[in-house]
T-cell receptor, first 112, second 114 residues
C-alpha cells in the first residue's frame, strides 16, 4: 500500500541555519503531496502542497518540489527561526476519499 | 471564530468506561475525518464522512463508532475504553473528499485511559 517515510528526528539547528527535512513516498498512482506542521499543543496546519510532478509548493519561506523520478518531496527553508520549532509531517493523498497517509513526523528545534 | 473545534480538549477516564468526543466545523465543508495520533506522534486515519455518509472506515475496533448528525458535526463514541486507546484524537474537515483538498484540523482531544 501507499506509504510515506521521513527522516528521523529530532533535528536541532541554530537560528538562520538552512533546513532540509527529507520525505519519500510510495504510491501506486499520482498522489498529491503535503507538508503539515504541528506546533506544541495544537492541531496540524497545512504548510504547503503540490498536486502534480514538478510542482513546487511554497509558504512562509518553506518550499518543497514534487519529484516523481525520485518519489520525493523534501522540505527546505533557507533561514530558520526559533518560531519554526515544531513537528513537521509529510503526507500523501490519492484517489477520491481524501485519506491522508502521514510520515512519522520530524521534530525541529531551533535554538537562538 | 474557530474553524474546527473539538470538545473536550482533555479527557481522563477509567478502563471500561464509555466516552464521546465532539467535533464541529463552521467552514461549510462536506467531508469530515477522525485521526488518531499515538504517543510517538504517528497519525493514522480512522474514519471519514461525506455529507453524513461513511466513506472511510479503517481497521478500527467496533468499540469506536462515529456519528454524523449533520455535515457540520462528526462525533466519536468509544465503548469499553482500553489502555491502548490513550492517544490524541484529531478531527478534520475539507471541501470534498478528493486528493487535492486541504484538510483543516481541530486542536485535538487528549484521551488518557487509566
Amino acid at each position: 500500500g501507499d506509504s510515506v517515510t521521513q527522516m528521523e528526528g529530532p533535528v536541532t539547528l541554530s537560528e538562520e541555519a538552512f533546513l532540509t527535512i527529507n520525505c519519500t513516498y510510495t504510491a501506486t498512482g499520482y498522489p498529491s503531496l503535503f507538508w503539515y506542521v504541528q506546533y506544541p499543543g495544537e492541531g496540524l496546519q497545512l504548510l504547503l502542497k503540490a498536486t502534480k510532478a514538478d510542482d513546487k509548493g511554497s509558504n512562509k519561506g518553506f518550499e518543497a518540489t514534487y519529484r516523481k523520478e525520485t518519489t520525493s518531496f523534501h522540505l527546505e527553508k533557507g533561514s530558520v527561526q526559533v518560531s519554526d520549532s515544531a513537528v513537521y509531517f509529510c503526507a500523501l493523498s490519492e484517489g477520491n476519499t481524501g485519506k491522508l497517509i502521514f510520515g512519522q513526523g520530524t521534530t525541529l528545534q531551533v535554538k537562538p | 471564530d474557530t474553524a474546527v473545534s473539538q470538545t473536550p480538549k482533555y479527557l481522563v477516564t477509567q478502563m471500561g468506561n464509555d466516552k464521546s468526543i465532539k467535533c464541529e466545523q463552521n467552514l461549510g465543508h462536506d467531508t469530515m475525518y477522525w485521526y488518531k495520533q499515538d504517543s510517538k506522534k504517528f497519525l493514522k486515519i480512522m474514519f471519514s464522512y461525506n455529507n453524513k455518509e461513511l466513506i472511510i472506515n479503517e481497521t478500527v475496533p467496533n468499540r469506536f463508532s462515529p456519528k454524523s448528525p449533520d455535515k457540520a458535526h462528526l462525533n466519536l463514541h468509544i465503548n469499553s475504553l482500553e489502555l491502548g486507546d490513550s492517544a490524541v484524537y484529531f478531527c478534520a474537515s475539507s471541501r470534498g473528499g478528493g486528493q487535492y483538498n486541504e484538510q483543516f484540523f481541530g486542536p485535538g482531544t487528549r484521551l488518557t485511559v487509566l
